[in-house]
Every structure is written in structure tokens, then in C-alpha cells.
């Protein structure tokens, strides 16, 4: 069942639950949870929708078929034509000014009110939305003005990406499970399992396939890696075919117990 997705830059959104979950668990497409969760809004561990497709998820997700893309706008060709349609007032809302702050800046007598007064319905959900955080179409159509939905997979091969898309793929095609690596100073993690559930077996470093690997950038990463009880798990592209060299400790890492 292909799941809906808009797209924002090089990115994919998903909005429903029900999709990322079958993405997740189906697929093995992890993504991320960038929006707010209402129990935990001070918390980054707990996000919630929509579920953020890197490039190199979406790509993967539109060439198998389990994800299409969802136009909520139809676009005008140029900015002229889509300034016509959307008003400036619905793209930069006028700033409202409270009472209080006028008759404290004009000097007069004021009473300041000792609880918040409540939102107004509008400002909890705009016109045509049927959630808080999911934005209006024609909010969504400003950002798809200049990358056009149909033009979503050849963004997503872009030169950036010759390198990272192959290997995400083949990585994919073996079973395990990705995400971002940064946390580990590398590209991906590399999961057995469900990342809720299992722990991260390698991290991914992208080099490019002609290169010479410096000394201590090798040593600096593995070191990092292994710390971490992960291997480390060197990636590059030779023309169309991803290659991988693995760096592990000598006397592996030893008992748990």
C-alpha cells in the first residue's frame, strides 16, 4: 500500500501514523519523528508526525513503490503567477499588537491580565488543515514553488547523492535497518533489528572510492567506533557498485558479562 508523502526540499513528510508505522516495520524505513509531541513538548527524545524522509529514504521509498508523492496544490509555473493566487497577508500573518502594550507605550493606565486569555480556534488549526501541526496547502505550495513534486526523483539523484544513494541501498538490500550517524561523528548507523529494540552493530563512514585514506582520519574513526562497541564500516562507490571494508578490533570486544 503506497503511502502519501509531501516533500519539502530534498526531504519527504509523512503524516500519517498508520504509514510510517507500515514503513517502519515493512519497509525498514526508519526516518524521523521531527514534529512535537503534545505529552513531551519540552523532550527531543519524544518526537511526533510527521516522520521525516531523508533523500536517500525517499528515494529508496519512491523506487520500490511504497511511497507516492502527494501534490495539495496546483503550482503556477513562476513566482508571479503564485503570488497572484496566495495573498501576502496568508504568507507573513500581520503582527498583532496587544492592548496593553499600546497603553504602555502611549503612557496611559492599563490593567494586565493575571492568566492567558485562550487562542482563537483559527490560530489552533488554519483554514483547510485538520491538524495543528500539519500545514495548510497553500502554506505548502509556497515551499514546493521551487522544487516541483514531479521533479522529486531527479532532485534526489542530484551529485551530492551519487555516492550515498548506492550504498543505502545495498545496505538496505542486506536487511538491516539505517539511520543518521552523526551522533557517532559517522553518516549512518547500521541496525540487526529495529532500532527500538536492538542496539547499532556498525557505523558508516562515505569516503570517496579514488581517495587515499588519511592515517589518522582512520584512526581517529575506528577508535570512535569501537569505543562504542561498533565496527567500523568504510563505503565508497566504484562507478554504479558500492564497496565496504570492515575495521574491527584485533581481540574483538570481548565479553558483556
Known sequence: MPI??????DRGYVWDAEGATWLRRHCRVVGAMSGNSAEH????????????????????????GWVVLQQTASLPADAAALSAV?????IQPERHVPAWLTAVQSKKAVMLPVTASQPEPAALAPPGNTSPHRPD?????????????ADTEHACSKDAMQAEQPIFSELHSKGYYITDGAKFGADYLLYPGDPLLFHAQFTVRILEHDTPIKPALLAGSARGSHAARKHLLLASVDGAAASFITVAPEGGFGSTG
Open 86 to 90: 496566495l495573498s501576502i497577508e496568508h
Open 137 to 149: 496547502a497553500a502554506v505548502t505550495a509556497v515551499h514546493c514553488a521551487q522544487h516541483n513534486i
Open 4 to 9: 502519501s508523502a509531501t516533500v519539502v526540499g
Open 41 to 64: 513538548k519540552q523532550h527531543n527524545s519524544a518526537g511526533g508526525l510527521p516522520c521525516e524522509l531523508n533523500p536517500e529514504e525517499l528515494q529508496l521509498a519512491l523506487r520500490q
